[in-house]
């Protein structure tokens, strides 16, 4: 199964900035939506981010107003801009891309057929 590939991550200090790159396959359909979900060590894993064929954007509480989604769907990207980075940002972050299910509004981690292996950032205060 095709899969998405991520990249950007890294270890960086509180308050540091890093951007997440996702690479979509030529075979995924990209049309429907695509977003960005994270695992901290211990924990379930989160939707982060979203965004849809409308380029409509979606943000977990956690992170709004320090990270943004864009995508550039003419070369299958899919990015997230991480600013004023703290500690509980610590994690794998996964990127992955909606299927036919998707019927508009915020994703539900159900709705994402097609998923990343993951980058993982780490934040030390």
């Known amino acids: 199964q095709a899969q998405l590939v991520e990249s950007g991550g890294g270890s960086v200090q509180s308050g540091g900035s890093l951007r997440l790159s996702c690479a979509a396959p030529?075979?995924?359909?990209?049309?429907?939506?695509w977003g960005w979900f994270r695992q901290a060590p211990g924990k379930e894993r989160e939707a982060v981010a979203a965004?849809?064929?409308?380029?409509?954007?979606m943000y977990a509480d956690s992170v709004k107003g320090r990270f943004t989604i864009s995508q550039d769907n003419a070369e299958r990207m899919l990015y997230l801009q991480m600013s004023s980075l703290k500690p509980e940002d610590t994690g794998r972050y996964y990127c992955?891309?909606?299927?036919?299910?998707?019927?508009?509004?915020?994703?539900?981690?159900?709705?994402?057929?097609?998923w990343g292996q993951g980058t993982q950032v780490a934040v030390s205060s």
């Open positions: 992955a891309v909606c299927g036919r299910s998707y019927r508009g509004g915020y994703p539900k981690e159900a709705d994402f057929a097609y």
């Open positions: 030529g075979d995924i359909y990209i049309g429907y939506c």
């Open positions: 965004i849809d064929s409308y380029y409509a954007t």
